[in-house]
């Protein structure tokens, strides 16, 4: 059974990209088919170098932590309309489309939106 989630929050200001990581997090170690989509403002989660306050969750860290075992794909469109560029990105996410997220919509047993 796969899970696909799609965040739209962005990384600091509110809990809801933070929520949706950790979950998605503790599935990929429960060995369950994980792919994160990132879009609207989530995209920033996904970028690199992240500098938080000593103590204070880091995004970066929790994105790395889901793309070793699953998958986390970043709206094109989206990343655009930000500034952020590939070269940007944490290894092992991808700049993506909307069309790849209707497949992964269809593909997955469940679908979260946070």
Do not use: H, W
Request: glycine share 8%; with cysteine; aromatic share 6%.
């Amino acid at each position: 059974m796969s899970t696909l989630f799609i965040l739209n929050d962005p990384p600091y200001g509110s809990e809801r990209s933070f929520n949706a990581l950790r979950l998605a997090k503790a599935l990929t170690g429960k060995d369950e088919p994980v792919c994160v989509f990132l879009m609207a403002d989530a995209v920033a989660c996904a970028k690199a170098g992240q500098k938080v306050p000593q103590g204070y969750y880091n995004l970066e860290l929790m994105v790395r932590g889901v793309a070793r075992k699953g998958k986390v794909l970043l709206c094109g469109t989206c990343m655009d309309a930000r500034g952020i560029t590939e070269a940007e990105l944490i290894e092992g996410t991808q700049r993506s489309t909307l069309d790849e997220l209707a497949t992964e919509t269809l593909a997955a047993a469940r679908v979260l939106v946070f």
